[in-house]
Nanobody, 126 residues
Framework: QVQLVESGGGLVQAGGSLRLSCAAS????????MGWFRQAPGKEREFVAG????????YYADSVKGRFTISRDNAKNTGYLQMNSLKPEDTAVYYC???????????????????WGQGTQVTVSS
């Protein structure tokens, strides 16, 4: 069992930045790939970014590529999502998740992840 707690969300103006954190407890965080997803009202949950257990492999959705950066600090059992140049369309609840399949290739869809946090709201005003 892995428990995940997101933090760092909030209200920001378009063009601004936020850094989300995902604190993990329970099983060894370094054994898992980690992903960030988001869900806007009335829309399906969508993949944002993923990182392998060793940080060698990262994936990004096209909509955030070049603006968001995923990272992790296994010594601190924490993952991060640095979000720059935020747009109103980035407004959503952001969730972190960890996989259950070895962690070397981060899945790019929700079914690939086993444990989820409760989410943190990000609101970008225009």
């Amino acid at each position: 069992q892995v428990q995940l707690v997101e933090s760092g969300g909030g209200l920001v103006q378009a063009g601004g930045s936020l850094r989300l954190s995902c604190a993990a407890s329970g099983r060894t965080f370094s054994r898992y790939a980690m992903g960030w997803f988001r869900q806007a009202p009335g829309k399906e949950r969508e993949f944002v970014a993923g990182i392998s257990r060793t940080s060698i492999t990262t994936y990004y959705a096209d909509s955030v590529k070049g603006r968001f950066t995923i990272s992790r600090d296994n010594a601190k059992n924490t993952g991060y999502l640095q979000m720059n140049s935020l747009k109103p369309e980035d407004t959503a609840v952001y969730y972190c998740a960890v996989d259950s399949d070895g962690g070397y290739i981060p899945p790019r869809s929700a079914p690939g992840y086993e444990y989820w946090g409760q989410g943190t709201q990000v609101t970008v005003s225009s």
